[in-house]
T-cell receptor, first 112, second 118 residues
Framework: DAKTTQPPSMDCAEGRAANLPCNHS???????VYWYRQIHSQGPQYIIH???NNETNEMASLIITEDRKSSTLILPHATLRDTAVYYC?????????????FGSGTQLTVLP | KAGVTQTPRYLIKTRGQQVTLSCSPI?????VSWYQQTPGQGLQFLFE???????NKGNFPGRFSGRQFSNSRSEMNVSTLELGDSALYLC?????????????????FGPGTRLTVL
């Protein structure tokens, strides 16, 4: 699976949009971009995933650049409960590539 | 729908002992994966089971093993515990294992079992 690069930490004011970037310049054509988050000492929580098109669900939006080398997770109105480590993961579906390879992630702190 | 459950939530063992952790996946999910999380190494993949067969394995010694039952419940076992095995052990389930499906294979994690080895 392709490697990802994320900033180690970010702050965001409560109520504002949180934009978390992820670089995945070596992504290949059949690899998806997944986002998970982990609130302290809990299991990771699935947020969203996408292949080429932008995606939106009740939690967040995922914007993938046209060349697919980077993406941005957007939390439209961040709350204090969104404080967590956010992981961007690139994963293919071929063969046994079903495990998630977690990097260091971005510690997002939402400030009151 | 109930989420992934793991038991026990906390466990304290001493070096040399063995431990068995249990995971019950979301109803209807047939794939169960196990991960180890430590402050130094982060989240690392241990193994994945699908239909009672180990389908994928991470880079861990043979002291770490697992199995899956016909009802998709899974157990992992660590023998001859070492201090470095102290970690949060996470189980994740997903609906299917068919490669190539777009979506539908996102993994849902349980709360984890916190293992402390003294």
């Amino acid at each position: 699976d392709a490697k990802t690069t994320q900033p180690p930490s970010m702050d965001c004011a409560e109520g504002r949009a949180a934009n978390l970037p992820c670089n995945h310049s070596t992504i290949s054509g059949n690899e998806y971009v997944y986002w998970y988050r982990q609130i302290h000492s809990q299991g990771p929580q699935y947020i969203i995933h996408g292949l080429k098109n932008n995606e939106t669900n009740e939690m967040a939006s995922l914007i993938i650049t046209e060349d697919r080398k980077s993406s941005t997770l957007i939390l439209p109105h961040a709350t204090l409960r969104d404080t967590a480590v956010y992981y961007c993961i690139v994963r293919g579906y071929s063969g046994s590539a079903r495990q998630l390879t977690f990097g260091s992630g971005t510690q997002l702190t939402v400030l009151p | 729908k109930a989420g992934v459950t793991q038991t026990p939530r906390y466990l304290i063992k001493t070096r040399g002992q063995q431990v068995t952790l249990s995971c019950s996946p979301i109803s209807g999910h047939r794939s169960v994966s196990w991960y180890q999380q430590t402050p130094g190494q982060g989240l690392q993949f241990l193994f994945e089971y699908f239909s009672e067969t180990q389908r994928n394995k991470g880079n861990f010694p043979g002291r770490f093993s697992g199995r899956q039952f016909s009802n998709s419940r899974s157990e992992m076992n660590v023998s001859t515990l070492e201090l470095g095995d102290s970690a949060l052990y996470l189980c994740a389930s997903s609906r299917s294992g068919t490669a190539g499906l777009a979506g539908g294979n996102e993994q849902f994690f349980g709360p984890g079992t916190r293992l402390t080895v003294l």
